[in-house]
């Protein structure tokens, strides 16, 4: 199962999540009716938090833009694929953290946490199909032009 793979990841991406403000495991229970401190929080500084969210959302999407620009070319497209998605999938990290920081609604919140975890994941899985040491997908290289 993908999920025993990767134990440590998700107690890393716990961790964060906790010094974000929310837990895996609220992210599996019922939603709460009321989370006074969040929305008060949400309704006493909106325009503050409106201005730093999109803001930090605009700073994730300059490091993704960034990362996937600045990629060096294997010319495998299956290792180019593959080092392209992780800056794509990093910056919905970045941007699911911001979101956690600054967002009320529990339902998006919740969505956010899951994102984080199951990106974290999928960069996990990424990362050890490029470490392989007998990697198939070296062997589909195109020709230069």
């Known amino acids: 199962m993908m999920i025993a793979r990767f134990g440590p990841c998700i107690a890393t991406m716990s961790a964060l999540l906790a010094l974000a403000g929310g837990s895996v495991a609220a992210s599996r229970s019922a939603p709460k009716q009321d989370d006074p401190v969040n929305f008060n929080l949400c309704q006493s500084n909106a325009s503050l938090s409106r201005d730093s969210f999109y803001r930090e959302m605009?700073?994730?999407?300059?490091?993704?833009?960034?990362?996937?620009?600045?990629?060096?070319?294997?010319?495998s497209p299956d290792r180019d694929f593959i080092?392209?998605?992780?800056?794509?999938h990093q910056?919905?990290?970045?941007?699911?953290?911001?979101?956690?920081?600054?967002?009320c609604d529990p339902r998006v919140r919740r969505l956010a946490q899951s994102i984080i975890i199951e990106q974290q994941?999928?960069?996990?899985?990424?990362r050890t199909l490029l470490d392989a040491p007998s990697n198939p997908i070296e062997t589909n290289r195109i020709a230069p032009d």
Do not use: C, F, T, W
């Open 58 to 75: 605009s700073a994730a999407h300059a490091r993704m833009h960034h990362a996937m620009e600045h990629m060096n070319q294997s010319g």
């Open 121 to 126: 994941q999928e960069i996990a899985y990424m």
């Open 91 to 103: 910056g919905a990290i970045d941007m699911a953290l911001v979101l956690l920081k600054y967002g």
């Open 83 to 88: 080092a392209d998605m992780i800056p794509r």
